[in-house]
């Protein structure tokens, strides 16, 4: 409900001040030779917080698309040249149009007239006010405009079909201009980035090593059996004897010789192993 009633409160005093904002009228004729040409109607030019609201209100134009500025002379004599040039108190001596502040302050945006030739389309100038208009004089071309200076200067507009002087004083109070600038935000300092703690790359483990597994002894000789009744010298006797032949490496007829030797020496000592 709060929200309800503020929206009302702010849409009041939006049409409040709508109503109450600085306006003016200007009465619009054929532009011609005689002081007292025949009237077309009248524009309401009325001030808002981003410019210049325009209400045509015409008829008996030429249906289509016309070219429309504010002129420095407060003047419609001799076919509206009287009224001299485009208003631009900044000498900038060039056609940009409404929306574009590089140029004339009188380019006004384009008159568009039906076919039943009235107009009462409305427009809007952003970069003009109620002030910067009164004492000067309207004018309505018989072309329409493009906003530049070429392939014809002041946007190609062509004779002067209509005109009108503005009053030189306003009803209504005057609306402040809203800014189109951003506003400026105080700078705020940037806090400072807090400090990284260096990381020290931890070393990397030892592999594990195994231990090599221990070699196994090589086998004892197994000793030779003895006998049933044979004493012990004699076997350890016999058996030294026995390993400690020699062994046939060498190839031959002296291989053979060891061998049959060895052999001999075997069988003499089996009867005395045998008791």
């Known amino acids: 409900m709060r929200k309800l009633t503020k929206f009302v409160a702010v849409s009041a005093c939006f049409l409040v001040s709508q109503v109450f904002a600085q306006k003016v009228t200007v009465n619009v004729s054929q532009a011609a030779k005689e002081k007292s040409p025949h009237s077309v109607g009248t524009v309401t030019l009325q001030d808002t917080p981003h410019g210049l609201l325009i209400h045509p209100n015409l008829q008996g134009l030429a249906p289509g698309i016309h070219g429309m500025h504010i002129h420095e002379e407060g003047s419609c004599e001799n076919y509206g040249m009287a009224a001299l040039g485009h208003l631009d108190p900044k000498k900038t001596n060039r056609h940009r149009g409404p929306y574009d502040n590089s140029g004339h ?53 062509g004779d002067r079909v209509a005109c009108g002087v503005l009053p030189k004083t306003a009803s209504g109070k005057a609306v402040p201009k809203k800014s189109t600038e951003p506003a400026m935000k105080p700078s705020v300092p940037a806090k400072p980035a807090a400090a990284k703690s260096a990381v020290v790359p931890s070393a990397p483990e030892p592999a594990s090593v195994k231990p090599a597994p221990a070699a196994s002894p090589a086998p004892a000789a197994a000793p030779m059996p003895s006998a049933p009744g044979s004493n012990s010298s004699s076997n350890q006797a016999n058996t030294r004897t026995v390993v400690s032949a020699p062994s046939s490496r060498s190839s031959g007829s002296r291989g053979s010789k060891d061998n049959e030797s060895l052999m001999h020496d075997v069988v003499l000592h089996l009867p005395k192993m045998a008791s």
């Open 105 to 157: 302050l009188g380019d006004l945006p384009v008159l568009i007239v039906g076919k039943d030739k009235k107009a009462a389309l409305p427009t809007f100038a952003p970069g003009l006010t109620v002030n910067d208009v009164l004492g000067h004089a309207l004018v309505i071309h018989a072309n329409g405009d493009n906003y530049f200076d070429k392939p014809e200067l002041n946007g190609g507009g």
